[in-house]
């Protein structure tokens, strides 16, 4: 339960109505008095919830240099102005181009917020402080160089750079007379287009996307500051695939030229082949083996296994035969067999991935009707999805066969309830608000009615003023006794947080709500202790929750160089906030779950014969202050799913459906007690290796399935649309976010006669904690609860440390070795 403001939300939205009038003609004004708004939003697409990066052109009409400020004011979720500035210099006679980093209200309809109406100030500085104002106006995304568009908070978001396509639609293109991707639980939107040198210059701006595609663009024309948010941005969990083109050599690969990123990029050049026919590399490109051109062909990047270095590994190669028995590869001479044409690595909590085929050229030739490649079969696995991706024609045939299923109900894990459920504050709020309004009751009283009595009942009405002014000194005084008396006291803090590590040791990343009750009347300062320019602090509300206001609406300023730190307005009542987090924690880090035993190392075993058999063993243990609860355990082995295929060209059915990409085994333990050494192949593997894909207990596949939607749907298709929020529907929504893109997607094909039970699964916030492209290569993911825990976050409040108390969820990913003979289809030798 959140504090008692004022009911202003019609109020707000009738003011914003009758302000975007009048400010259509100031912000159309806007450029000719200094402040051009050039784009609103990474590409100018913008959600709701989200940081979004704001570029503004500033001509001040300067005689001479300035230091000033720049800021963009945003109505907070407590009705306070927050405004995100940043410090320059303003030389005369230029256009200063300048970014900004607003953390956008939360509007259910992100349409809303294409007509707000943002106001830009322009300050001069001395000293640190604001002098005066240079220039000021009204700004709209409606009203940007660049129009905003902007993007639903239940839908995607992915990036491409450069003018390429590359068979991306699919993930946003809804078929005709539907509202929805029959095939997937969300709708991506894709920024097309974008240039390298429109790339914001903090990490924050690109927070909002989940993947970019690097197509054909230089990237020597990315800025330092842009290089460097990039890199800081994989490192906090982006997901990014480089398309390497036909000609050229824009990223250095031969060693020819540097770029920024040239220090994650392999060492050895991958070698180029020329004149490769593409009907060679259907069996990665598409879900069939039609060619409009079958002597089409194009040149290609092939990377050496045994050469690849700076934590590089295959993730896509061409097909080859295998000796049956021993799964040994047995590549054909002067043949493309076993190719290695993609590879990955992590970055921080990032993936990177680099592709050899030059997916936007071969897109362009139109070598099949529905396009080269083919989303699902070609994607899925560098941007960490499952779905089946139809082509629009696809889609039309299985409808004209009567066997599109019907729109499947929809649910919605991750909204305002999963994290309120954590760190609701009801009663301090209820108590704050009621204690100053008896107070002012009181005040009131006195210094009115009982004043005015007992003067009459003395003669001494003449006095009343003089009453009147004495007993509002005193309780002036008596107010700023109690606020200081109640600011002594230490602040406490409720909080929901996502706790990561990757590879059992070194750098941990949260991400963090929580509520920090605040003492006392005034301004408090709450920060992230020690924070780097890689933190994130932000005053947050829920999804689609109506603004509010106090009766002293006051200003939160928010500075670029000081993101994690916010000076609010206090109020003896409770505020909510957003954090993200990266850093070091020694002690914390090597209590989390791993494998620390050098006696009993994790070592995956993997049979690629005719009888596939995969195997993990090992001993994991954890020393933390308390039993970890609701713990899974999921092993994402080196074995791949078979490629999809259309069963016949005229009918648009695709076998095997929605697969995962690599196969695995998931086991749950309700507490796992400290000090507990855990044998994996016990809790993996009880039978001993098991076959992939086997549809049954302890298969993967079958666990996400059988673990979330089929409890879903069971539950009167709840997804908490009609289910309550509890602790165990909180849980399950966590590890759903948790695995958002590898969850079962919607039954599209049913026979209309007997349709099964499906859902669509949606999410309206959360998005960050989608960990979904570490199930595309070997690693063991461990999660697990740890309640009534103190925040890992280093918040303090006025300086000072808070007690705090609320869950944790644990996620820590160890990863394994992929043995490039895993990666391969088996080919059938003609």
């Not at 639903?152 to 809804?174: I, N």
């Not at 948790?738 to 099964?756: E, F, H, N, T």
Request: net charge negative; glycine share 10%; proline share 8%.
């Amino acid at each position: 339960m959140r504090t008692l403001p004022l009911p202003v939300g019609v109020f707000a939205r009738l003011r914003r109505v009758v302000v975007t009038v009048a400010t259509l003609v100031l912000a159309a004004s806007a450029g000719a008095q200094g402040i051009t708004l050039r784009q609103f939003g990474i590409g100018s697409h913008f959600r709701p919830g989200d940081w979004a990066a704001v570029r503004l052109g500033i001509d001040a009409g300067l005689d001479e240099p300035v230091t000033a400020e720049v800021c963009i004011d945003v109505l907070s979720g407590d009705g306070d102005t927050a405004q995100f500035g940043r410090i320059v210099v303003l030389d005369p006679g230029q256009i200063g181009e300048v970014w900004l980093y607003p953390h956008l209200p939360p509007e259910l309809d992100a349409t809303q917020l294409s007509d707000a109406v943002f106001s830009v100030h322009v300050y001069a500085i001395e000293d640190g402080q604001r002098q005066r104002e240079i220039i000021a106006a009204r700004v709209s995304p409606g009203s940007a160089e660049d129009v905003g568009i902007p993007v639903q908070t239940r839908e995607g978001l992915m990036a491409v750079v450069g003018d390429g396509r590359m068979g991306l639609d699919a993930f946003e293109s809804v078929p005709a007379g539907s509202r929805v991707i029959p095939s997937m639980n969300e709708i991506t939107r894709i920024i097309w287009g974008v240039d390298p040198a429109d790339i914001p210059d903090r990490w924050e701006g690109l927070s909002s996307v989940e993947s970019i595609v690097w197509g054909p663009a230089n990237p020597s024309e990315l800025t330092g500051e842009s290089a460097r948010a990039l890199r800081q941005w994989l490192e906090a969990g982006g997901n990014m695939v480089i398309v390497l083109p036909e000609t050229g050599d824009p990223w250095g690969l031969s060693g020819a030229s540097a770029n920024p990123l040239s220090d994650l990029l392999p060492s050895v050049a991958p070698e180029r082949l020329e004149g490769v026919r593409v009907s060679e590399l259907l069996s990665i490109l598409s879900k069939t083996d039609t060619l409009l051109n079958q002597v089409a062909r194009v040149r290609i990047q092939r990377f050496d296994p045994a050469r690849l270095d700076r934590e590089w590994a295959p993730s896509l190669a061409l097909p080859c035969p295998r000796d049956p028995r021993t799964g040994n590869l047995l590549p054909r001479a002067d043949s493309l067999d076993a190719s290695v044409v993609g590879i990955t690595r992590s970055v921080g909590f990032g993936r990177l991935s680099i592709v050899g085929i030059d997916a936007d050229s071969l897109f362009r030739r139109n070598l099949d009707r529905t396009g080269l490649p083919q989303a699902d079969i070609f994607w899925n696995r560098f941007l960490g999805r499952r779905a089946d991706a139809p082509s629009q024609l696809q889609y039309q045939q299985v409808a004209q066969d009567n066997l599109l299923a019907s729109e499947a109900t929809t649910g919605l894990i991750g909204k305002g309830d999963l994290v309120n459920f954590s760190i609701g504050m009801g009663a301090q709020a209820v108590v704050g608000v009621l204690g100053a309004f008896l107070f002012f009751l009181v005040y009131w009283a006195l210094a009115g009615p009982v004043a005015a009595l007992v003067l009459a009942k003395l003669g001494r009405v003449r006095l009343g003023w003089v009453i009147f002014s004495a007993v509002a000194l005193a309780f002036g005084i008596g107010a700023w006794v109690v606020g200081s008396v109640s600011r002594l006291g230490a602040s406490t803090v409720q909080h929901l947080t996502v706790l990561d590590q990757i590879g059992g040791t070194g750098p941990l990343r949260a991400t963090s709500w929580f509520t920090a009750a605040l003492h006392g009347y005034g301004t408090a300062e709450v920060k992230l202790a020690a924070a780097s320019d890689r933190d994130l602090l932000a005053s947050w509300a829920p999804p689609g929750a109506l603004p509010e206001s106090f009766p002293d609406p006051g200003q939160v300023r928010v500075l670029v160089d000081d993101s994690a730190a916010l000076k609010v307005p206090s109020r003896a009542t409770a505020a909510l906030f957003e954090a993200r987090w990266q850093g070091e924690d020694s002690q914390l880090s090597s209590a989390l779950p791993g494998a620390r035993d050098p006696e009993r190392p994790l070592i995956q075993t993997v049979v690629l014969g005719t009888t596939q058999r995969m195997f993990l063993s090992g001993v994991v243990t954890h020393r933390l202050s308390a039993p970890l609860q609701d713990v899974n355990f999921i092993h994402v082995s080196p074995l791949r799913s078979p490629a999809r295929r259309m069963v016949s060209p005229a009918d648009g059915l695709i076998s095997p459906s929605d697969l995962l990409p690599n196969a695995g085994r998931m086991a749950r333990l309700g507490a796992w007690e400290p000090n507990t050494p855990l044998e994996l192949a016990e809790q993996l593997y009880p039978g001993g290796p098991e076959a992939p894909f086997l549809n049954a207990a302890g298969d993967l596949s079958y666990g996400l399935r059988s673990r979330y939607f089929d409890t879903m749907v069971a539950t009167d298709f709840g997804f908490g649309v009609h289910r309550v929020m509890n602790s165990e529907f909180q849980r399950d929504s966590l590890e759903m976010l948790s695995i958002y893109q590898m969850l079962q997607p919607p039954v599209y094909v049913s026979d209309p006669k007997a349709p099964p039970p499906s859902a669509r699964i949606e999410r309206e916030l959360g998005r960050s904690l989608d960990i979904s492209p570490w199930l595309t290569t070997p690693c063991l993911i461990i999660t697990g609860f740890l309640p009534n825990a103190s925040i890992p976050v280093p918040v303090e409040v006025d300086g000072a440390p808070v007690e705090s108390s609320g869950l944790i969820m644990v996620r820590v990913i160890l990863p394994l070795d992929t043995p490039p003979q895993s990666v391969p289809a088996t080919a059938q030798v003609p």
